[in-house]
């Protein structure tokens, strides 16, 4: 389904290369001596991190067994536990560790345009690569500080043998310098000058995948929206001033700027959702997503779901969402929806951020009274735009559903929420970390059988433990992070600083 990714345009020569980059690159001697020009290539560091980025975020693992589950837009079908909170412990080593291998990557790339600028000017402005390379640390670095809280930062964090125990920051001081971090981005890119001059998979352009610098900008100031929009509720008044900066600033303008890592069609290069479903089938669509769509009859569901695959009935049926293992695995296994052949197809893309989730906050920014826009007409876009992302062409349909729908600019925690909650389908961490927030009811739910399978404070996860290679590799720090927070326990109930736990506007 080409609408998904039709600015892409990668071709054969790409595909060849970017397969060469994802198997070949052997980037063990990066960091050998930082006191002299490195042979890599600042390119093959940029499409490792993203690759790695985009299978971490959109791994089998961390969006099947986690992200996807704590939103609830999916439920497991057999081995229910991470339905039920009880993660594992190996997957919370994997996903801390895998996403600040990311961020050295990019470090590297920041340092060696720094300290050897004339050397890799040959692969773009340097001004423009280090561009890049914080805007997808900033993207990361939110990622990182939505599912823990307070996380090691700048300053600490990336130092390698320099300081292997890192201390902390705090939330709010993760999110200030993410804020900096992206103006800063923005601010010196030269659309100009040359970006990347290949192996950019999410903004390339041409046979090379050279960087698009203008898209790169429009997402800086996109994310930076994100991050304001996040803190709103603690730190209103810089959320509205970065988020008018970023407007100012320009951001996403269609889904032709939606911030995409496409994928190949053959493994290991291909959607890691597809490659977990060649030899496993553990994942049904959820009771909560299934029964919202059918609702307000949604157009995307058949995008977002399979029918059943009973010979009886040919319809759209959810998954209770964390039933006790031995109750899920006597629902028959024709009777209930799987994740749609869409989004488990080889060469769907992982998704970094999309057009509509930036209407989504102009809206909500106007009705905070941080920006004078319309709030109504930009909920109705950001409606608009995710249709068109998921391939809903029917324009009758689409104005109904808006028409069920309609802005509640008194109530709008709940209206805005549950349509951006719908519209995040597939980011499963952030489509948490905005009920997180929001605050929406009626849809997420409790485990269906009643008791959770571990024990914490809430009825539904708000965060996950800090990991226990954390405890075993750095625990002063850790220790300290958790009390600094407040916290008398390391568990899934505790609040993150930017989630106030209630409905106060």
């Known amino acids: 389904m080409n609408y998904l990714f039709k600015h892409k345009n990668i071709g054969i020569a790409a595909v060849v290369a970017l397969m060469a980059m994802f198997t070949g690159c052997d980037l063990a001697e990066v960091n050998e001596n930082p ?239 597809s490659e977990a479903y060649l030899e496993r089938d553990d994942f049904a669509v959820s009771v909560p997503l299934i029964s919202t769509l059918q609702a307000n009859n949604d157009p995307r569901i058949s995008s977002y779901a399979d029918t059943t695959e009973s010979d009886e009935v040919d319809t759209y049926v959810g998954f209770p969402y964390g039933l006790a293992q031995g109750l899920a695995a006597a629902v028959p296994r024709d009777e209930f929806s799987r994740p749609s052949t869409l989004v488990r197809s080889a060469t769907f893309p992982a998704i970094f951020m999309l057009y509509d989730e930036v209407l989504f906050i102009q809206a909500e920014a106007a009705l905070r009274g941080f920006t004078s826009g319309d709030a109504a007409a930009l909920y109705e876009q950001a409606i608009r735009a995710s249709m068109e992302f998921w391939g809903v062409t029917d324009q009758a349909a689409i104005d109904a559903y808006i028409a069920a729908n309609p802005l509640d600019q008194v109530n709008w925690r709940q209206s805005l929420g549950v349509q951006k909650w719908l519209a995040m389908y597939m980011q499963g961490i952030q489509g948490w970390a905005e009920w997180r927030r929001l605050d929406f009811e009626g849809v997420l739910v409790p485990p269906e059988s009643g008791k959770l399978a571990v024990t914490f404070p809430t009825p539904i996860a708000i965060r996950y433990p800090y990991p226990s290679d954390e405890y075993n590799l750095n625990e002063e720090n850790v220790t300290t992070a958790v009390q600094n927070q407040g916290w008398d326990e390391d568990d899934q109930g505790q609040f993150v600083w930017w989630d106030i736990g209630d409905t106060t506007p």
């Open 35 to 273: 006191n002299e020009p490195s042979s890599t290539q600042t390119p093959f560091l940029l499409t490792n991190a993203q690759k790695d980025l985009a299978d971490n975020y959109w791994g089998e693992f961390e969006l099947g067994y986690f992200g996807n589950l704590y939103s609830q837009y999916w439920s497991q079908n057999q081995y229910t536990a991470e339905s039920r909170y009880n993660y594992r412990d190996g997957v919370v080593n994997s996903t801390w560790a895998d996403y600040y291998t990311s961020l050295n990557d990019l470090q590297e790339i920041i340092r060696l345009n720094r300290e050897f600028p004339e050397q890799y000017a040959a692969y773009g402005n340097n001004a423009n690569q280090i561009a890049v390379a914080k805007i997808l640390k900033a993207w990361t670095y939110q990622t990182l500080t939505d599912i823990w809280g307070s996380i090691p930062f700048e300053g600490e964090a990336l130092q390698g043998r320099e300081n292997p125990s890192p201390a902390y920051s705090s939330q709010e001081e993760v999110y200030r310098g993410i804020i900096t971090m992206l103006t800063e981005a923005s601010d010196s890119i030269n659309v100009d000058a040359p970006g990347f001059t290949s192996g950019d998979v999410i903004y390339g352009e041409g046979p090379t995948n050279a960087s698009n610098m203008e898209q790169w900008r429009r997402f800086a100031n996109s994310l930076k929206m994100r991050a304001a929009i996040r803190i709103a509720d603690r730190l209103p008044d810089l959320a509205a001033t970065a988020i008018s900066e970023a407007l100012a600033a320009g951001v996403m303008q269609s889904n032709e700027d939606n911030a995409l890592f496409v994928y190949l069609p053959n493994i290991p290069n291909a959607n890691p959702i």
